[in-house]
């Protein structure tokens, strides 16, 4: 039987403003990750892997570097008429930017008309997991429903930090989606866990069109697919939920099987990357059935060189990409990006470093975040001295220095 034909929509408008300084220069879903890649890889990877090549991604605030990596890295077959493009506010309706994730939808149905799709995937730009949409949209289509809501179980303790999909008593319809509640109820099966939105949805195409319109002439709306859209087709009894624990992705295992990020904040954002480097990761990014795809500089190996007491270049716990140096100095639990150098006598520990950061001699680097380009100097100490960090740089709630992209490191 021929699969149906779908269209995906990636929103990656976000401004992503709790991620500050990383944010300052980009948008969202263009922050690197994992040493190799971009937030939006993961969402992009999902979509590809499971065969849907159409796929379009909705920017607006500072989306140049967004714009430019999903233009150069994710290039598809145009004689089969596959594509992933991004597609900025187009002001078809006027001079005005997106007034919510429901306006940009409303604001390029013209790429829904031109493609003329069975079912819309609407999936957001900027969480960390795997996972195989298709599970997802063949429930979608068995189920008749309008709109189907990917879900992860969570603590009911902490149903107040999500928007919570409450079910009927046939624990698969929807009968309530609230933002953070506080009375929440646990569901069905599980009475002690909560349904947490995912922000990924799948719409059957026409019923995507009619609420987008209708929500457009709703004065009071804020025009948000998940504030506005998802209850009006919960209250007209047309929402599903899925399941993330049911999703079967190839080449997982049970320790990595349903992990979900939201790395929203600079904390999360930490640690997700702290998940990535134990020796069975909860987040295990060498699953090669399920690839996680990015676009690559043609870069030399890591190099690791001086084997002399006080000069000695290693890491341990660590992940270390192509271009990186490792010049006598140690990385321990850290995640080291391309063109990383590390010399003589410093140390980098349970820490974060993007592109092109130079960490210098007998410099220290604790429980830090470092942006691209930033040049700590000789002798320098990150993360030792709390008042001194905190009067130079960002300092989260759980104590991780932040230093933003070519941040000027006092020498």
Same mark, same amino acid.
């Given at each position: ?9 990636? =929103? ?51 989306? #140049? ?5 999903? $233009?150069? +890295? ?33 604001? *390029?149905?013209? =790429? ?6 069975? #079912? ?6 900027? #969480? ?11 429930? #979608? ?8 809501i990917a879900a992860i179980?969570?603590?009911? $303790? ?8 409450? +079910? ?5 319809? %929807? ?7 506080k009375d929440a109820v ?13 922000? *990924? ?17 709703? =004065? ?7 504030? *506005? ?22 080449? $997982? ?33 060498? *699953? ?5 795809? +990015? ?9 690791? %060189? ?45 820490? %974060? ?44 709630? $759980?104590?991780?220095?932040? =230093?933003?992209?070519?941040? %000027?490191?006092?020498?």
């Amino acid at each position: 039987m021929a699969r149906p034909h779908v269209l995906a929509m990636v =929103l990656a408008g976000g401004e992503g403003k709790r991620l500050m300084p990383l944010t300052a220069d980009r948008a969202k879903p263009a922050v690197p990750f994992g040493g190799m890649y971009r937030l939006i890889d993961f969402v992009l990877s999902n979509l590809a892997n499971a065969g849907y090549l159409k796929i379009v991604v909705l920017t607006q605030y500072k989306s #140049h570097s967004l714009d430019r990596h999903v $233009s150069r +890295t994710w290039r598809m077959s145009t004689l089969l008429g596959n594509y992933v493009t991004p597609v900025p506010a187009q002001q078809r309706l006027g001079p005005r930017w997106f007034a919510g994730s429901a306006d940009a939808i409303l604001q *390029n149905l013209n =790429l829904i008309e031109d493609e003329r799709p069975d #079912h819309v995937i609407v999936f957001g730009a900027d #969480h960390i997991y795997r996972m195989d949409p298709r599970q997802m949209v063949d429930q #979608h289509i068995q189920s008749g429903a309008g709109v189907t809501i990917a879900a992860i179980r969570q603590p009911l $303790s902490l149903a107040d930090q999500f928007g919570v999909i409450e +079910t009927g008593p046939d624990g698969v319809s %929807v009968s309530a989606f609230r933002e953070k509640p506080k009375d929440a109820v646990g569901l069905p099966d599980a009475p002690d866990q909560v349904y947490a939105s995912m922000g *990924n949805y799948v719409f059957d195409t026409e019923v995507l069109v009619d609420v987008v319109k209708e929500d457009a002439a709703d =004065l009071s709306s804020k025009h948000d697919v998940g504030g *506005n859209i998802i209850p009006k087709l919960v209250k007209a009894g047309r929402a599903q939920v899925y399941d993330f624990a049911d999703n079967q992705v190839p080449g $997982s295992a049970d320790r990595d099987r349903g992990y979900w990020r939201d790395v929203g904040t600079l904390d999360a954002f930490y640690e997700a990357h702290m998940d990535l480097i134990s020796i069975h990761p909860v987040f295990n990014l060498y *699953n090669h059935e399920w690839p996680i795809y +990015t676009g690559h500089d043609p870069l030399p190996p890591a190099k690791f %060189v001086f084997n002399e007491e006080g000069r000695r270049g290693y890491a341990v716990d660590s992940m270390v990409s192509p271009g990186v140096i490792l010049a006598g100095g140690v990385a321990e639990r850290s995640i080291l990006s391309p063109r990383v150098h590390v010399d003589a006598g410093a140390t980098v520990q349970d820490s %974060v470093l993007m592109d092109c950061v130079r960490v210098g001699r007998g410099a220290v680097v604790r429980g830090a975040i470092i942006d691209k380009n930033v040049v700590i100097p000789d002798g320098a100490r990150i993360g030792v001295d709390e008042d001194y960090d905190r009067q130079h740089f960002t300092v989260t709630a $759980s104590g991780v220095r932040v =230093l933003g992209k070519n941040q %000027v490191v006092p020498g």
